[in-house]
């Protein structure tokens, strides 16, 4: 019953913006969008949250369309070591962190 | 600060054998959970400390598994007697109430092989 799609697999130029897209057409009004990554043989990474309006922080940029149904987490300029799984979470602020499979994001030079 | 540290990183222990994982976290941190990551499961929350009290326990496989927190800078994840579908990473993670509450902050991980 998984609350978020995400593709399992997506490249990116070194240099250029990773757009990773995550559908969650069954968000409720109180749910939050979090995004974590991890990179090969490390621990999970936070990386941003939002619940209505965009966010942006030194890492990323989460973009949330007007119905909440998808979002878009954004690395202006991926470079090597952006390359890992990065995971979108849906869920109450207080519940517990589910993972799903994520994206595996591959940042080719 | 150093981060969530966990001890050992490599874990190698034959069938049968008790198995202790370590984990300190990020000092004023107040709550703490375990993970277990597999190829065939991903990541799945075994349990979570609140000040150093058992929350939810839901995730943890049987009774061969058991934690515990005995003050609010160390747990313990122990498996006894372990199997080998008991490999797996195991992760910690730690994070401070409040507006920070779901940035959980995890460490390196334990990686366990039960032969």
């Known amino acids: 019953d998984a609350k978020t799609t995400q593709p399992p697999s997506m490249d990116c130029a070194e240099g250029r913006a990773a757009n990773l897209p995550c559908n969650h057409s069954?968000?409720?009004?109180?749910?939050?969008v979090y995004w974590y990554r991890q990179i090969h043989s490390q621990g999970p990474q936070y990386i941003i949250h939002?619940?209505?309006n965009n966010e942006t922080n030194e890492m990323a940029s989460l973009i949330i369309t007007e119905d909440r149904k998808s979002s878009t987490l954004i690395l202006p300029h991926a470079t090597l070591r952006d390359t890992a799984v990065y995971y979108c979470?849906?869920?109450?602020?207080?519940?517990?962190?589910?993972f799903g499979g994520g994206t595996r994001l591959m940042v080719k030079p | 600060d150093a981060g969530v540290i966990q001890s050992p990183r490599h874990e190698v222990t034959e069938m049968g054998q008790e198995v202790t994982l370590r984990c300190k976290p990020i000092?004023?941190?107040?709550?703490l959970f375990w993970y277990r990551q597999t190829m065939m499961r991903g990541l799945e929350l075994l349990i979570y400390?609140?000040?150093?009290?058992?929350?939810?326990d839901s995730g943890m496989p049987e009774d061969r598994f058991s934690a515990k927190m005995p003050n609010a800078s160390f747990s313990t994840l122990k498996i006894q007697p372990s199997e080998p579908r008991d490999s797996a990473v195991y992760f910690c993670?730690?994070?401070?109430?409040?507006?920070?509450?779901?940035?959980?902050?995890f460490g390196p991980g334990t990686r366990l092989t039960v032969l």
């Open positions: 400390f609140n000040n150093n009290v058992p929350i939810d």
């Open positions: 000092s004023g941190h107040d709550y």
């Open positions: 993670a730690s994070t401070g109430g409040g507006s920070s509450y779901n940035e959980q902050f």
């Open positions: 979470i849906v869920k109450y602020a207080g519940n517990m962190l589910t």
């Open positions: 069954t968000i409720s009004g109180n749910e939050y």
């Open positions: 939002g619940l209505k």
